[in-house]
C-alpha cells in the first residue's frame, strides 16, 4: 500500500510550487491513472515516489513504513518505466532483459535466470521476436521492452510515466489492458500518467491534478458525474473553468462521496524484498563485457579508432622518415682563415636550431596527437549513455562499478594508442633515450586527457556540450605548454600545473637527457623543463583527478 500525506515541492530560486499538499493512498493490488493538463504536476508525482526527487514537506508510507527512513524504496520493489525509451540500439531484445535481471537479481542460477528471462517476454509479448535488435522495434514493442526491463524483478510498484504517448490506439489499448493484468495478476500497484481519456474504465482509480494539487482521485464510474461531463474528453475543459487551489478546495469538500476507500492501518511490515542487485564486482564484469560488445557492433566507432590509430602516428613520422639528421661538430682548425670558421660556426648554429627544433617538434606533435586521442576516448563516454545509466542505477546500478567499466574500457584504448604511437615513431624517426620512459609520458598525456574529459562527460547534459568543451580544453594544450611560444613567467607558473601537454612533453624531452639531442632541444626554448619524476606524479595526478571528478559527476543525479 502507498501513501503520500501533504506532499510538498517548490523549485527554483523564486520557489514555484509544483506539488501543494498532496495527499493520497492506493491499496495493492491496484491500477491508478494519473490525468491532468500539461505541467500540472503529473510526472514530478512519479519521481517523489521513486525517490528521484525529495519533497520540502510531506511523508511517503510504503508498505506501513516511512520511506524517508528507509532511505528510499528498495530497488527491488521499485520499477520505474519513465516517458522516453531508454536501450542501447545495438543490443537485442533478449541481452537488454538479460542485463537487467543479471544487474537487479543476484543469486540466480543459469537455469533460473532462463527460466524468469522467458516468463518476461511471454508477459510482455516479445517473446516471438527476442533476437531483434532494438534500433528495429517499434514504439508500442518498446514500450513493451521497457516495461519488460522493469518487471524481472518482480516489483511490487510499479510507476509508468506517458508510456502510451506516442502510440497508435491498437497498441495504446494492448499497452493499457497490459499494465491493468500486470496490476492485478503480479499483485502490483501500477500508476500510470497518461493524457489518453480512452481506456478510463480498465483503471481501479484516476487522479486528476491542476496546478501541482488534487482535484480528483476516485474511481472513474464516479469522475464524469464529478466534473459534470458527459464524456471523458470534456473533462479538460471542466478543469479551465476554476484554478487548481479552486478545484482542491471543492474536492475537500465533496471527496468523502467520490474518493478511494480509507487504507485499512498497516503496522510497519518486516517482509524483505527477495530479490537484491548484483554485487559490485558482478556489475562491473557485465557493464565492462556491454561496452566492449557494444564497441564491436558499431562499425563506425571502430573505424574510428583504427583511422586514429595508425593516421595520427603516421602523420608525425614524415618529418623524420630516415631518422634525426646527424649533428656535425665544428672542425675547430687553426688552418683557416676567420671568414670560414664564422661561416662554419654560422652553420653550425642553423643545423643545431633546426635539429633542436625538430627533436622538440617531433615530440609535443605526439603528445598533442595523444591529448586529441584521450579527448575522442572520454568525451561522450558517460554523457551518450547517461539517462540509460540514470535508469540502471535507480534500480540498483552502483556508481563505482558504473566508472570502474569505463576507466577500464578507456585504459585499454590507451594503452593500444600510447605503445603504438610510442613503438611506430621510435623505429621511423630512431628517436634516442628510454623507450619504456617514452612510451609512459605518452600514456599519461592520452590517460590524463581521457580522465579529465571523461570528468567533463559526467558533468555535461549532452554529448554536443561534452565534445565542445573537450576541445577547448585540448585547444589550450599546446598554446599554454610554451613547447612553441615561451610564456611571461608568472602567467606560465598559474596555467603549467594543468596542462598535461607541457608534463609530458618535459618528460619526453628528459629521457634525452643523456644525448646531444636534449641540449639542443632545450637550447631553442625558453621554457624551464621539469624533471622526470616530477612530470610523471604530475601526470599521475591529473589522471587521479579526472576520476575522482568524473565520480563525483557519476553520483550527481542527472534526471530531468
Not at 528507509?70 to 536501450?87: H, N, R
Not at 492485478?184 to 500518467?193: F, I, K, M, P
Not at 493524457?195 to 482535484?215: A, F, M, P, Q
Request: charged share 20%.
Amino acid at each position: 500500500m502507498l501513501e503520500i500525506r501533504d506532499a510538498t515541492l517548490t523549485v527554483g530560486r523564486q520557489q514555484q510550487t509544483i506539488l501543494k499538499k498532496l495527499h493520497l493512498h492506493y491499496p495493492r493490488p491496484h491500477f491508478g491513472a494519473v490525468i491532468g493538463p500539461s505541467g500540472c504536476g503529473k510526472s514530478t508525482l512519479l519521481k517523489i515516489v521513486a525517490g528521484l526527487l525529495e519533497p520540502q514537506e510531506g511523508q511517503l508510507i510504503w508498505n506501513g513504513q516511512d520511506v524517508a527512513e528507509e532511505e528510499d524504496i528498495a530497488p527491488a520493489e521499485l520499477g520505474y518505466v519513465p516517458q522516453f525509451s531508454i536501450c542501447q540500439p545495438a543490443l537485442t531484445i533478449r541481452e537488454t532483459l538479460d542485463d537487467a535481471l543479471r544487474l537487479r537479481v543476484r543469486g540466480l542460477s543459469a537455469e533460473q535466470r532462463a527460466e524468469r528471462l522467458e516468463n518476461v517476454l511471454r508477459l510482455v509479448g516479445l517473446d516471438q521476436i527476442p533476437d531483434r535488435a532494438n534500433r528495429q522495434l517499434s514504439g508500442g514493442q518498446l514500450r513493451r521492452l521497457g516495461l519488460g526491463l522493469e518487471i524481472v524483478s518482480e516489483p511490487k510498484l510499479l510507476l509508468c510515466d506517458e508510456v502510451t504517448s506516442g502510440l497508435d490506439p491498437n497498441s495504446e489499448d494492448d499497452i493499457v489492458r497490459l499494465l491493468q493484468r500486470l496490476a492485478h495478476e503480479g499483485d502490483r500497484l501500477v500508476l500510470s500518467v497518461t493524457h489518453s481519456l480512452e481506456h478510463l474504465e480498465l483503471y481501479d482509480s484516476v487522479t486528476v491534478l491542476k496546478e501541482g494539487e488534487v482535484v480528483y482521485c476516485g474511481p472513474p464510474d464516479k469522475l464524469l458525474h464529478y466534473f459534470s461531463a458527459t464524456s471523458p474528453n470534456e473533462i479538460f475543459a471542466r478543469l479551465a473553468e476554476r484554478t487548481g487551489e479552486e478545484w482542491n478546495q471543492l474536492w475537500q469538500e465533496h471527496q468523502e462521496n467520490y474518493a478511494l476507500p480509507a487504507l485499512p492501518e498497516q503496522p510497519p511490515t518486516d517482509e524483505k524484498e527477495t530479490a537484491q542487485p548484483a554485487g559490485a564486482l558482478a556489475q562491473f564484469l557485465l557493464l565492462l563485457s556491454r561496452r566492449w560488445k557494444l564497441f564491436f557492433r558499431a562499425k563506425g566507432e571502430v573505424a574510428l579508432q583504427l583511422t586514429l590509430l595508425f593516421l595520427f602516428p603516421a602523420m608525425v613520422v614524415p618529418f623524420a622518415w630516415h631518422g634525426l639528421p646527424q649533428i656535425q661538430n665544428l672542425s675547430l682548425g687553426m688552418d683557416v682563415s676567420m671568414a670560414e670558421r664564422f661561416k662554419e660556426s654560422l652553420q653550425f648554429t642553423q643545423q643545431t636550431s633546426q635539429v633542436g627544433g625538430l627533436v622538440s617538434g617531433l615530440i609535443m606533435f605526439q603528445v598533442i596527437l595523444m591529448t586529441l586521442m584521450g579527448s575522442n576516448n572520454g568525451a561522450r563516454e558517460i554523457v551518450s549513455e547517461r539517462l540509460l545509466y540514470e535508469k540502471e542505477r535507480l534500480a540498483g546500478l552502483l556508481p563505482g562499478a558504473f566508472l570502474a567499466s569505463k576507466v577500464t574500457y578507456t585504459l585499454v584504448l590507451v594503452l593500444v594508442q600510447s605503445i603504438w604511437m610510442t613503438i611506430f615513431v621510435r623505429v621511423i624517426c630512431q628517436l634516442p633515450g628510454d623507450l619504456l620512459a617514452q612510451g609512459a609520458m605518452l600514456f599519461l598525456a592520452n590517460a590524463a586527457l581521457t580522465y579529465l574529459t571523461l570528468a567533463i562527460s559526467s558533468w555535461s547534459d549532452t554529448t554536443e556540450q561534452s565534445s565542445l568543451i573537450s576541445i577547448y580544453f585540448v585547444g589550450f594544450q599546446l598554446p599554454l605548454s610554451g613547447a612553441l611560444l615561451a610564456m611571461p613567467e608568472l602567467l606560465g607558473m598559474l596555467t603549467r600545473p594543468f596542462i598535461a601537454a607541457y608534463w609530458s612533453w618535459s618528460g619526453y624531452l628528459q629521457t634525452m637527457r643523456d644525448t646531444r639531442f636534449y641540449d639542443l632541444a632545450s637550447a631553442i626554448t625558453d621554457t624551464p623543463l621539469s624533471a622526470l619524476n616530477t612530470c610523471t606524479w604530475v601526470l599521475v595526478w591529473h589522471v587521479i583527478a579526472g576520476i575522482v571528478i568524473a565520480y563525483f559527476g557519476c553520483h550527481a543525479s542527472r534526471w530531468k
